[in-house]
């Protein structure tokens, strides 16, 4: 970052002549590039940071309501949050072993699923006209306070 900042001042002196030159100072430079630094660490911070309460329904009733970080998958978020929700093969859609069942509502909501996504329902227990693979699905701010619920056959 530092090398294309240097690049920019370079091209402005370039324009400007010594005029410009004048301007751009190391302190100057050193303000701005601090200035870049805190914003970028700033708005990552505050995007990693933004989360949703997502109630997971484990196979014995229990419910454990976490916290999902927005544009995370639900297998990744269950993960993360001692869920038990096996996940074979890591979110690469190639088990079904990360099936959800969700309430209708929701369902609703949720994008289509992939002719892949079906496929692999196909090889789950307890199928449901709303189940769903937690891999495939990412958490947004519309499923905020929603119940999932994780069927008894799923590991």
């Known amino acids: 970052m530092m090398r294309a900042l240097n690049n920019i001042v ?76 096996e996940g074979a093969c890591g979110g690469e859609l190639a088990c079904s072993t990360c099936h959800l069942i969700f309430e209708k509502s929701i369902y609703d909501s949720l994008p289509a699923k992939t002719d892949e996504e079906e496929d692999m329902l196909d090889l789950a227990f307890e199928v449901t006209e709303t189940s769903r693979l937690g891999c ?12 999932v619920r994780i069927p008894d056959d799923s590991f």
Do not use: W
């Open 10 to 85: 370079s091209r402005i002196c370039v324009r400007g002549g010594e005029k410009a030159q004048e301007y751009v100072t190391e302190r100057s430079f050193r303000q701005l590039l601090q200035t870049v630094k805190t914003s970028l660490y700033s708005t990552s911070a505050v995007i990693r940071q933004k989360a949703v309460p997502i109630v997971f329904i484990e196979s014995d009733g229990t419910e454990k309501e976490v916290m999902a970080e927005i544009g995370k998958n639900l297998l990744d978020v269950a993960h993360g949050n001692n869920v038990e929700l």
């Open 136 to 147: 495939q699905i990412l958490v947004r701010d519309e499923l905020s306070g929603m119940k």
